[in-house]
């Protein structure tokens, strides 16, 4: 799904196991890092300004090695893949792509880009649940991260563990 598409995705569709072969989109692990970044961001179908600015601020800090034009030729690339494939095809081909300890740093960023509105809506719950699973995110690893991105992004928003109670 493009970035700049407004139709909301749903996680139980995006995670699913796609019937369709995957093995035509080969991504690196950066590659696949900014996929699952871009889907995280689009996933209420809309981008604030907030979720731009950190998307951006992640990938500056992970992909400082990169030269300005080398950083540009991975975006176009996931942006490209995300025209020519489904979301849950493209979700695939970056969790194939990633180590465990990958998936966990993947599954970091896209909680922070969730919540960076300052708000955890019961969609981003849901999202966020459907994506640890998804990407076989051990229970309590996940349970923390939300807990971390949910007190550094909603700061007054989050009232103790109310954001997190329903977590398996």
Do not use: W
């Not at 139980?12 to 035509?24: G, I, N």
């Not at 689009?42 to 951006?56: C, F, M, V, W």
């Not at 992640?58 to 489904?86: A, C, D, M, W």
């Amino acid at each position: 799904m493009p970035p700049h598409s407004n139709k909301k995705l749903n996680p139980v569709e995006l995670f699913q196991s796609t019937k369709s072969d995957t093995s035509a989109i080969e991504l690196t692990a950066s590659e696949a890092l900014t996929a699952l970044s871009v889907l995280a961001v689009a996933a209420d179908g809309k981008i604030s300004e907030e979720e731009r600015q950190t998307l951006a601020a992640n990938h500056i800090r992970l992909f400082r090695s990169y030269s300005g034009p080398h950083f540009q030729e991975l975006f176009k690339k996931v942006l490209k893949l995300s025209r020519q494939y489904t979301p849950a095809e493209v979700f695939a081909a970056a969790k194939n792509a990633l180590t465990p300890q990958l998936r966990e740093t993947a599954f970091a960023i896209a909680a922070d880009l969730v919540l960076v509105d300052g708000i955890f809506t019961a969609q981003e719950q849901d999202f966020l649940l459907e994506l640890s699973e998804a990407l076989d995110i051990p229970d309590e690893l996940s349970k923390n991260i939300i807990e971390v991105m949910t007190l550094k992004n909603c700061g007054e928003n989050f009232r103790g563990d109310r954001a997190i109670k329903h977590l398996p």
